[in-house]
C-alpha cells in the first residue's frame, strides 16, 4: 500500500511540474499577434522580409503585425504603445525591449517598471503578453531574473535567452550584437515553441 502511494505522490508531483503555468487572457480574442520591440524586432541587420516577426508569420496561424523601432527604449515603448500596439486588435503581444535601456545607462529598476507598466496596459486590453528575455549565457544576464521574476508576477509567457548561441556565433550575426536573416529564423522558431501552446 505505501509503494502505491508513493508512485501516486510521484506522478502527482511530476504532473504539477509538467504543467503550463497560468497566462492571463489566455482566452484572448484578439486578430493579431503584435511583435513590440526594438532593432532585434525591427530586423536591422537583416533584409526587409528576412526579420523574425515575418518569419513567425509562416509558423503561426494568424497575422503577424511587425512593432519593432530600431533604438527604442522602454521609455519610447510606453509612448507608441497606444497607436502601435494597442489600437491593432492584439491577441498576443511579444514584448522585446532592455538593450537599447542598457546602452544609455537607464537604471535597471526604470526598465523593469516600464515594462511592468506596458504588460498591465496590454493585459487590461485583453491581450496575452510573452515577455522576452534577450539574454545569452553572462550577457545581459543580470536582467534575466528580473524579467522571469516580472513574466511570473504579470502571469506572462516567459521567452528565455533568446540570443543563446547566436550572440556567440558569427554567422548568425550582422554586427556585433544584431542576428542576420539566419539569426533571426532560429529567433522566430525560439519565440513560436513558448507561445504555440497558447494560440492554437
Given at each position: 500500500m505505501?509503494?502505491?502511494k508513493f508512485i501516486f505522490v510521484v506522478l502527482l508531483i511530476c504532473l504539477c511540474?509538467?504543467?503550463?503555468?497560468?497566462?492571463?487572457?489566455?482566452?484572448?480574442?484578439?486578430?493579431?499577434i503584435?511583435?513590440?520591440?526594438?532593432?532585434?524586432?525591427?530586423?536591422?541587420?537583416?533584409?526587409?522580409?528576412?526579420d523574425y516577426p515575418t518569419a513567425l508569420g509562416k509558423l503561426v496561424n494568424l497575422p503577424v503585425?511587425?512593432?519593432?523601432v530600431d533604438g527604442d527604449?522602454?521609455?519610447?515603448?510606453?509612448e507608441r504603445l497606444e497607436g502601435d500596439v494597442l489600437d491593432k486588435d492584439p491577441r498576443l503581444v511579444i514584448v522585446e525591449f532592455c538593450g537599447n535601456d542598457f546602452l544609455k545607462k537607464v537604471p535597471r529598476a526604470d526598465t523593469v517598471r516600464n515594462l511592468a507598466e506596458i504588460i498591465d496596459r496590454i493585459q487590461a486590453k485583453g491581450?496575452?503578453?510573452?515577455?522576452?528575455?534577450?539574454?545569452?549565457?553572462?550577457?545581459?544576464r543580470e536582467y534575466r531574473r528580473e524579467f522571469k521574476k516580472l513574466a511570473t508576477q504579470k502571469k506572462a509567457i516567459f521567452v528565455p535567452v533568446l540570443l543563446n548561441k547566436i550572440i556567440t556565433n558569427p554567422a548568425m550575426?550582422?554586427?556585433f550584437f544584431h542576428p542576420n536573416a539566419r539569426g533571426y529564423q532560429v529567433i522566430a522558431k525560439r519565440i513560436y515553441l513558448a507561445i504555440f501552446e497558447y494560440i492554437k
Open positions: 505505501k509503494k502505491f511540474g509538467c504543467a503550463k503555468p497560468e497566462i492571463r487572457n489566455v482566452n484572448a480574442k484578439g486578430a493579431n503584435i511583435c513590440f520591440g526594438d532593432s532585434i524586432t525591427f530586423g536591422y541587420g537583416a533584409n526587409q522580409g528576412e503585425i511587425n512593432a519593432g527604449t522602454t521609455f519610447e515603448a510606453l491581450a496575452m503578453v510573452a515577455l522576452v528575455d534577450i539574454s545569452a549565457g553572462v550577457f545581459f550575426k550582422s554586427d
